[in-house]
T-cell receptor, first 120, second 111 residues
Framework: SAVISQKPSRDICQRGTSLTIQCQVDSQVTMMFWYRQQPGQSLTLIATANQGSEATYESGFVIDKFPISRPNLTFSTLTVSNMSPEDSSIYLC?????????????????FGEGSRLTVL | QKEVEQNSGPLSVPEGAIASLNCTYSDRGSQSFFWYRQYSGKSPELIMFIYSNGDKEDGRFTAQLNKASQYVSLLIRDSQPSDSATYLCAVRDTGRRALTFGSGTRLQVQP
């Protein structure tokens, strides 16, 4: 599997500010996704990060609140804008391996270590 | 809305016993099914995937799939305290590349 690095690993933020989370993969990957895991909850898909075009957002998530960039096949950012305490969560970058030479796309996703945000 | 359902637990089993974790899904067209393990404070780690009806074994883990009943299970044989974690069932829905996750079952293996 690929090595997926997320920065920051954790942060404490003030209400009304914005924070950008970076996801770097050590190999080219077809698919990159951003998930959110709220305290004690499972993973909820925020959006699919599309290389070179606008992200595809899930119901309940909008671009103004969670702008996403994906300039190439190894890097993506998620910004959490105008944060409120309800945005306190772990944000996870996830990748599918379809483009990695020698690795067939079996459908599984791999996850970064996550970025734990606390909004005061 | 596509759903993946799991019993939240906790499921408590003694060391050495078989732990049985269950999952149901709503999208009859789903083709791929995954089990992830998540330790507290860590990100999910893939442990099993299954595509075909029946059983798939990998070491102490066996995944079982019954598409007619829309049911997936994970059996952990000879459970160890190190197996104590939350187990997430995930389904790849028809026409999508992302996975939909269940709420997870917390497993506690008692020494």
């Amino acid at each position: 599997s690929a090595v997926i690095s997320q920065k920051p690993s954790r942060d404490i933020c003030q209400r009304g500010t914005s924070l950008t989370i970076q996801c770097q993969v050590d190999s080219q990957v077809t698919m990159m996704f951003w998930y959110r895991q709220q305290p004690g909850q499972s993973l909820t898909l925020i959006a699919t990060a599309n290389q070179g075009s606008e992200a595809t957002y899930e119901s309940g998530f909008v671009i103004d609140k969670f702008p996403i960039s994906r300039p190439n096949l190894t890097f993506s950012t998620l910004t959490v804008s105008n944060m409120s305490p309800e945005d306190s969560s772990i944000y996870l970058c996830s990748v599918g391996m379809g483009l990695t030479p020698g690795l067939a796309d079996r459908g599984e996703l791999f996850f970064g270590e996550g970025s734990r945000l606390t909004v005061l | 809305q596509k759903e993946v359902e799991q019993n939240s637990g906790p499921l408590s089993v003694p060391e050495g016993a078989i732990a049985s974790l269950n999952c149901t899904y709503s999208d009859r067209g789903s083709q791929s099914f995954f089990w992830y393990r998540q330790y507290s404070g860590k990100s999910p780690e893939l442990i099993m995937f299954i595509y075909s009806n029946g059983d798939k074994e990998d070491g102490r883990f066996t995944a079982q799939l019954n598409k007619a009943s829309q049911y997936v299970s994970l059996l952990i044989r000879d459970s160890q305290p190190s197996d104590s974690a939350t187990y997430l069932c995930a389904v790849r829905d028809t026409g999508r590349r992302a996975l939909t996750f269940g709420s997870g079952t917390r497993l506690q293996v008692q020494p």
